[in-house]
T-cell receptor, first 115, second 111 residues
Framework: GAGVSQSPSNKVTEKGKDVELRCDPISGHTALYWYRQRLGQGLEFLIYFQGNSAPDKSGLPSDRFSAERTGESVSTLTIQRTQQEDSAVYLC?????????????FGPGTRLTVT | EDQVTQSPEALRLQEGESSSLNCSYTVSGLRGLFWYRQDPGKGPEFLFTLYSAGEEKEKERLKATLTKKESFLHITAPKPEDSATYLCAVTRRRSASKIIFGSGTRLSIRP
């Protein structure tokens, strides 16, 4: 695969419904990050995975948010009981390792709209 | 509290008109500062990493510099295709994997 892919590209859901967002990182990249980007704002760190280590969940805004990753492959971000303030673009990035010296490659994002 | 502030929020230039974007940061123990470019509807694209004051890096019409308090992204003789949002981000030594982003500068180059 050429780069990081995310699906769906757009998701419209009703308030209170659960949603799952998917990220396929670049093959061989051990680190995977999720970010949230609200309109006109910078990226807000949510969670990162590094190999088989325990994920850093310190950026998750509430217990409605959770994420999983199987090994060094696909990750899913789940938002339960969605609220209107969850509307944003959710970006996934991967890098060779979870260190600042390694550049992150971003996917195109999933635009989530909660009505 | 760690903070990254970018200015201006938006900048409109004429093609060929050089200028600079600013990124001011407050972080305890800077490990690295990043610049990214983001086009509408796309994820950020990595441009540069700077590690220490005095360091400079160049790529085509872009040059990034770093001091102890801020970074500048200089754009020389810009072209319309340089129009994008430019994001600055920092990471700390004690939490090297967590990156703190600024809100970006929207750059528009008129032909």
């Amino acid at each position: 695969g050429a780069g990081v892919s995310q699906s769906p590209s757009n998701k419209v859901t009703e308030k209170g419904k659960d949603v799952e967002l998917r990220c396929d990182p670049i093959s061989g990249h051990t680190a995977l990050y999720w970010y949230r980007q609200r309109l006109g704002q910078g990226l807000e760190f949510l969670i990162y995975f590094q190999g088989n280590s325990a994920p850093d969940k310190s950026g998750l805004p509430s217990d409605r948010f959770s994420a999983e990753r199987t090994g060094e492959s696909v990750s899913t971000l789940t938002i339960q009981r969605t609220q209107q303030e969850d509307s944003a673009v959710y970006l996934c990035a991967s890098s060779l390792v979870a260190q600042s010296t390694y550049e992150q490659y971003f996917g195109p994002g999933t635009r989530l709209t909660v009505t | 509290e760690d903070q990254v502030t970018q200015s201006p929020e938006a900048l409109r230039l004429q093609e060929g008109e050089s200028s600079s974007l600013n990124c001011s940061y407050t972080v305890s123990g800077l490990r690295g500062l990043f610049w990214y470019r983001q086009d509408p509807g796309k994820g950020p694209e990595f441009l540069f990493t700077l590690y220490s004051a005095g360091e400079e890096k160049e790529k085509e019409r872009l040059k990034a510099t770093l001091t102890k308090k801020e970074s500048f992204l200089h754009i020389t003789a810009p072209k319309p295709e340089d129009s994008a949002t430019y994001l600055c981000a920092v990471t700390r030594r004690r939490s090297a994997s967590k990156i703190i982003f600024g809100s970006g500068t929207r750059l528009s180059i008129r032909p």
